[in-house]
């Protein structure tokens, strides 16, 4: 809590410190990790750093990543709930440490491809919404995924099963169970300490996506990937209620148009990412936006698509529920009338 002050502090000193229009309101936005890669450089910087245009608004936004103004990830609710900064980016693995029900579109064996992601996300929306207004002081804006997440690893694998005994670097407490279940050990380590940690085998694996691994230098340090999908790995932007509730209900709408353009073009850039860091890693062809590399592809098995698709049943819901109802009692029986239609799940 000391960190998080002392950076709170800093991200202060540094918003103020940013010299203001007169003509424009201006916003304080918290946005993604540099470290996240290409979505960050290429769609969220150029959106707030052209706020005023591309929402045709009198707003300007003051634009700095979360790990340029020295926070964490994990921090980013309680930022926004702060009032420090107006719009945050919030990785929703990292944030369900301070309330579980965040994590609910995105629990192992659930969002494993986009297509199921994005009905996933759809029908958690509105609930996703209603809980950050009444929890957080928050209004949900638009989200975005980073892509199915998968395995790296230093050393030869053939499936799942060899994981046994295997160190595995994970985002978050459903994968963490999902990984002890296939008795690995599983490690909480955050992004930009991954690669590190895996040159000097701190962990022997790693699950991320493909696009962030390229990017971040995991197959200078890796030499097997697997591409079987664990989850997708959300990032909602979110604005503070009471800064959200003083625009007109004109602004509001532009806003909220503007942010459903945002949405739609970064989900359809992350599949982009996704299927051409897919093929850099490995060195095929087209690799246009990664760096080549000569990864060698582990073929996925059924029976691995079957253990990570039985997950949500037999491990990541159960053990998500019990912890999310002790936080907020509708939880799981949110997630059962919204989320399980769409999964075919009772």
């Known amino acids: 809590m000391k960190k998080l002050k002392l950076a709170l502090v800093a991200a202060a000193a540094l918003a103020l410190a940013l010299p203001a229009p007169a003509q424009n309101t201006r916003l304080r936005v918290a946005g993604s990790l540099v470290s996240g890669g290409q979505i960050q450089q290429n769609k969220e910087q150029p959106f707030f750093e052209n706020f005023a245009k591309n929402t045709g608004l009198p707003i300007d936004a003051d634009y700095k990543p979360l790990d340029v103004l020295g926070m964490k990830d994990a921090d980013s609710l309680r930022v926004l709930k702060s009032g420090l900064f107006d719009i945050v980016a919030l990785r929703l693995a990292q944030v369900s440490r301070d309330d579980p029900f965040l994590l609910g579109p995105d629990i192992v064996g659930l969002s494993t491809d986009y297509d199921t992601a994005r009905k996933v996300v759809d029908a958690y929306r509105a609930p996703l919404d209603t809980r950050l207004q009444e929890r957080h002081g928050a209004k949900l804006l638009g989200t975005y995924p980073f892509g199915p997440q998968i395995m790296f690893c ?39 300490e991954t690669q590190q940690a895996l040159e000097r085998g701190v962990v022997d694996c790693a699950i991320t996506g493909p696009s962030s691994a390229n990017s971040a ?130």
């Not at 005994?165 to 999902?178: E, H």
């Not at 909220?256 to 850039?269: P, V």
């Not at 997950?311 to 399980?340: F, I, M, N, R």
């Open 217 to 346: 230098g995991w197959p200078d340090v890796t030499t097997h990937v697997m591409p079987i999908g664990f989850q997708i790995h959300f990032v909602a932007y979110a604005i503070n209620l009471k800064k959200w509730n003083a625009l007109p209900p004109g602004q509001q709408a532009r806003m909220a148009a503007a942010f459903q353009q945002l949405e739609a073009d970064t989900w359809a850039y992350s599949r982009e990412l996704w299927d051409d860091a897919s093929r850099c890693n490995v060195g095929r062809d087209p690799c246009k936006l990664g760096k080549r590399y000569a990864m060698k592809e582990v073929p996925v098995k059924p029976a691995d698509q079957k253990l990570v698709r039985d997950a949500v049943g037999a491990v990541s819901l159960p053990l998500w529920a019990e912890v999310c109802d002790k936080s907020y009692d509708k939880c799981s029986a949110t997630w059962k009338q919204v989320v399980a239609p769409v999964v075919g799940l009772r």
């Open 154 to 192: 230093k050393t030869p694998i053939a499936g799942l099963a060899d994981l046994k005994g295997k160190k595995v670097r994970v985002s978050d407490q459903s994968l963490a169970r999902f990984i002890e279940r296939l008795d690995g050990i599983p490690v909480a380590l955050a992004f930009t």
